[in-house]
């Protein structure tokens, strides 16, 4: 008797594993619930992609059973998987999370925002319309590696750049800011590097993020293979089209994967980003190692590598300025949501603010009295 092969799973367009199904089986599968994966998210309900009575994968409306008051970083996100109660239609728990994007609310509150989980990729789509903003870069991939998920900067509309020559300068001044992350320079108006970036998502789950009118829903739909995001019709003048798409979406690719479309966004506030920063600026880090002091600030301590580095041009002084306003920035947002960590950071300034005028105290020489 010949045995026939395993039927795949119904939720294996979205991504279901061997390591989901371990995590709900530890969760849901004792207790009569169903597994899901969240598709949408929409003011205290989400759209949940599960599996029917007849095996079968559907689409339900269902209540998230989170408080108001509930830290936002655990309720359901777009990528979650999750336990669904079948007969209530309430999503019972959150599975733990492999990966998760997260972004601070605003710089002015100490919380943050999960905008895609269980992510495998991050792809940071920059629009090439725009003069290149590699500050904001930076910032986008100091998230995104902090996310846990491998970033890809994609340069959209490629074809608005005049010429092959200018096209190449752009892209590698990107990778020059983007270490250790793929950058790929895409059309989807002519469908430029569009087989590579599919062949890239093939397996598992990709969040695509960027700024307003960086092209993402014209991407996403050429990636879907269908007009699931609706694009406005761009201008002539800058190829610019109005942002439409308003939920985070997930998206099963045809030729296998799973893409999160996102809006866009006027901005992204770091959240708890060391490893992050560490791993998108590895110059500076590298450089690090071989200043005086092992609590170098890389401001004004003698015998600091990273200055040296950006005074003979080995490290430009821009990519220098932006790492300290990027930590600076992430200290500030890991002070306000922690009191004794705002203490610690005031004794350390005090600190280095001895130090300074010690320094210049000893430059100036003994002083001269009278």
Same mark, same amino acid.
Request: charged share 25%; with cysteine; proline share 5%.
């Given at each position: 008797?010949?045995?026939?092969?395993? /039927?795949?799973?119904? &939720?294996?367009?979205?991504? +279901?594993?061997?390591?989901?199904?371990?995590?709900?089986?530890? %969760?849901?599968?004792?207790?009569?619930? !169903? #597994?899901?994966?969240? =598709?949408?998210?929409?003011?205290? !309900?989400?759209?949940?992609?599960?599996?029917? @009575? !007849?095996?079968?994968?559907?689409?339900?409306?269902?209540?998230?059973?989170?408080?108001?008051?509930?830290?936002?970083?655990?309720?359901?996100?777009?990528?979650? +998987?999750? /336990?669904?109660?079948?007969?209530?239609?309430?999503?019972?728990?959150?599975?733990?999370?492999?990966?998760?994007?997260?972004?601070?609310?605003?710089?002015?509150?100490?919380?943050?925002?999960?905008?895609?989980?269980?992510?495998?990729?991050?792809?940071?789509? =920059?629009?090439?319309?725009?003069?290149?903003?590699?500050?904001?870069?930076?910032?986008? *991939?100091?998230?995104?590696?902090?996310?846990?998920?491998?970033?890809?900067? =994609?340069?959209?509309?490629?074809?608005?750049?005049?010429?092959?020559?200018?096209? !190449?300068?752009?892209?590698?001044? /990107?990778?020059? =800011?983007?270490?250790?992350?793929?950058?790929?320079?895409?059309?989807?108006? /002519?469908?430029?590097?569009?087989? &590579?970036?599919?062949?890239?998502?093939?397996?598992?789950?990709?969040?695509?993020?960027?700024?307003?009118?960086?092209?993402?829903?014209?991407?996403?739909?050429?990636?879907?293979?269908?007009?699931? %995001?609706?694009?406005?019709?761009?201008?002539?003048?800058?190829?610019?089209?109005?942002?439409?798409?308003?939920?985070?979406?997930?998206?099963?690719?045809?030729?296998?994967?799973? *893409?999160?479309?996102?809006?866009?966004?006027?901005?992204?506030?770091? +959240?708890?980003?060391?490893?992050?920063?560490?791993?998108?600026?590895?110059?500076?880090?590298?450089?690090?190692?071989?200043?005086?002091?092992?609590?170098?600030?890389?401001?004004?301590?003698?015998?600091?590598?990273?200055?040296?580095?950006?005074?003979?041009?080995?490290? #430009?002084?821009?990519?220098?300025?932006?790492?300290?306003?990027?930590?600076?920035?992430?200290? @500030?947002?890991?002070?306000?949501?922690?009191?004794?960590?705002?203490?610690?950071?005031?004794?350390?300034?005090?600190?280095?603010?001895?130090?300074?005028?010690?320094?210049?105290?000893?430059?100036?020489? #003994?002083?001269?009295?009278?």
């Amino acid at each position: 008797m010949t045995s026939s092969p395993r /039927t795949p799973h119904p &939720l294996l367009p979205y991504g +279901w594993s061997d390591t989901v199904a371990a995590g709900f089986a530890a %969760q849901g599968a004792r207790r009569g619930l !169903s #597994p899901g994966r969240v =598709v949408r998210v929409d003011r205290g !309900s989400c759209e949940v992609v599960t599996v029917d @009575r !007849s095996g079968r994968a559907v689409c339900v409306r269902a209540e998230t059973g989170s408080p108001a008051s509930a830290d936002s970083t655990g309720r359901p996100c777009t990528g979650d +998987w999750v /336990t669904v109660d079948p007969e209530q239609r309430v999503v019972r728990a959150v599975l733990p999370r492999r990966t998760a994007f997260v972004r601070a609310v605003s710089s002015r509150r100490a919380e943050g925002q999960v905008l895609a989980a269980n992510v495998d990729r991050v792809l940071i789509a =920059v629009s090439l319309a725009d003069e290149l903003d590699l500050g904001r870069v930076e910032r986008f *991939l100091s998230l995104a590696w902090e996310s846990g998920g491998q970033p890809v900067v =994609v340069l959209t509309k490629a074809d608005l750049v005049p010429d092959a020559t200018t096209l !190449s300068y752009l892209v590698q001044d /990107t990778e020059r =800011v983007a270490p250790g992350a793929r950058v790929l320079p895409v059309s989807a108006a /002519t469908g430029q590097g569009m087989d &590579l970036l599919a062949g890239l998502l093939r397996d598992g789950t990709a969040a695509l993020l960027g700024m307003s009118g960086a092209g993402k829903s014209t991407l996403a739909n050429a990636l879907a293979g269908t007009d699931a %995001q609706r694009v406005d019709a761009t201008r002539d003048v800058d190829g610019k089209g109005r942002h439409t798409t308003t939920t985070r979406d997930l998206l099963p690719l045809p030729g296998g994967g799973v *893409l999160i479309d996102t809006p866009g966004l006027r901005g992204v506030g770091l +959240w708890d980003a060391d490893g992050g920063l560490a791993q998108a600026f590895t110059d500076v880090e590298a450089l690090a190692r071989h200043c005086r002091f092992h609590d170098c600030s890389h401001r004004a301590e003698p015998g600091c590598a990273v200055l040296a580095a950006a005074e003979d041009g080995t490290l #430009p002084l821009r990519r220098l300025e932006n790492y300290h306003k990027l930590v600076r920035e992430n200290e @500030r947002i890991a002070a306000r949501s922690d009191a004794r960590l705002s203490a610690d950071l005031l004794r350390d300034w005090k600190r280095k603010k001895a130090l300074g005028r010690h320094m210049m105290e000893r430059k100036r020489g #003994p002083r001269q009295d009278g």
